[in-house]
């Protein structure tokens, strides 16, 4: 029996995982789209949203089934509360997937250039943030979770200066109105997915450490 709750639990492990790949792949596609000025890959963008929000109420109600069915105790049932959280916050990097899809959907079409450096460095560290995290909950390993934590106040501090510049521009010139708002919005939600890869890592110290990191908590 108790082989058979593992079983379980690591399908909704391996189930978690995937969409985390999924998760990642999206946020590619909108860099990719921005770089390459390709409004096609954002209706991928899109479609991956979509699954991600499917994945997001299977594995919530697979997740309330297990604990029905097991009543876990200890480890496991940190782990399975960890599982739910993660969901969702792999369900809002989804979220800010597509928000940044429609921004830059709509300025291409107004031929507005969104690839500045501030940006695009944006994207290495949060891209890097999604693969460590993933990694951390893959291998149970917190060390990898708490590197990640420390990546995330260089992103906050990057979508500061993306804002403070863009207000500088759009004083400067009415024109530059569209591109500078679009830009705050992309380095926000950008900001916003680097939160949910510190989530996911918090939980992953939680499960592993028996540690609750949040709010300036050490391991």
């Not at 969702?88 to 940044?100: F, I, P, S, W, Y």
């Not at 501030?118 to 390993?141: N, P």
């Not at 510049?165 to 919005?185: A, H, N, T, W």
């Amino acid at each position: 029996m108790e082989r058979s709750h593992s079983a379980q639990l690591e399908n909704l492990r391996s189930k978690i995982a995937n969409m985390g790949s999924y998760a990642q792949k999206a946020l590619g596609l909108v860099l990719q789209a921005l770089v390459e000025k390709r409004l096609d890959l954002f209706d991928e963008v899109f479609e991956i949203e979509k699954k991600i929000n499917e994945w997001h109420k299977q594995l919530d109600e697979e997740a309330v089934e297990y604990l029905a069915a097991n009543g876990p105790v200890a480890r496991d049932l940190r782990a399975v509360v960890s599982l739910v959280k993660i969901n969702t916050d792999l369900e809002r990097m989804g979220d800010q997937c597509v928000n940044m899809a429609y921004i830059g959907k709509d300025s291409l079409k107004k031929n507005l250039d969104l690839n500045i450096p501030a940006v695009r460095t944006m994207f290495s560290i949060v891209q890097e943030m999604i693969e460590k995290s993933l990694e951390s909950f893959i291998k149970h390993d917190s060390q990898i979770a708490q590197k990640v934590l420390m990546m995330d106040d260089e992103v906050d501090d990057l979508k500061k200066k993306v804002q403070s510049d863009m207000i500088l521009e759009m004083k400067k010139s009415s024109e530059f109105v569209d591109r500078g708002l679009s830009l705050i919005l992309i380095a926000r939600n950008l900001e916003r997915f680097g939160d949910h890869a510190t989530n996911i890592c918090e939980d992953v110290i939680y499960t592993e450490a028996g540690q609750d990191v949040r709010h300036g908590g050490f391991v």
